[in-house]
């Protein structure tokens, strides 16, 4: 379920993605891992990089945008689409009121929200 995208859309994935690996490098050291696990586990859906990423950057934003929805919500997720989502809420409830992190939260969430207009706009 590739979803098909422009070469500047794809240029706004890569540029989405690496602003949220950023963000996790300087976090906490797990925060890394999830969000590797998240994509290789979208990666399996979709068979295409950029879609995947596309999705984990969704997930992530659902849950950054609501951390506290509700955990039978959470459950019905696909795998890592679900590990996108709880890295989100995380880092909105532990990290994205902190000095140290609020600019990169921000900034991750900006991205992430362009990523999801691109969702929206891209054809399958």
Same mark, same amino acid.
């Given at each position: ?7 500047? /859309? ?7 993605? @690496?602003?949220?690996?950023?963000? =996790?490098?300087?976090? #906490? ?7 590797? @696990? ?27 945008? #609501? ?33 140290? #992190?609020?600019?990169? =939260? ?10 999801? /207009? ?7």
């Amino acid at each position: 379920m590739a979803l098909q995208f422009t070469k500047q /859309q794809l240029a706004t994935i890569k540029d989405a993605f @690496s602003e949220l690996e950023h963000l =996790c490098s300087r976090t #906490n050291w797990t925060d890394m891992g999830e969000l590797k @696990s998240a994509l290789k586990l979208e990666r399996k859906q979709s068979d295409d990089l950029q879609t995947a990423r596309a999705m984990v950057l969704k997930g992530w934003l659902e849950g950054y945008q #609501n951390p506290r929805m509700p955990i039978s919500v959470v459950y019905a997720l696909r795998e890592g689409y679900r590990n996108a989502v709880l890295l989100g809420a995380r880092h909105k409830v532990e990290r994205a009121d902190t000095e140290y #992190n609020k600019d990169l =939260c921000k900034e991750a969430e900006s991205f992430a929200l362009a990523v999801d /207009q691109i969702i929206d706009q891209a054809r399958y």
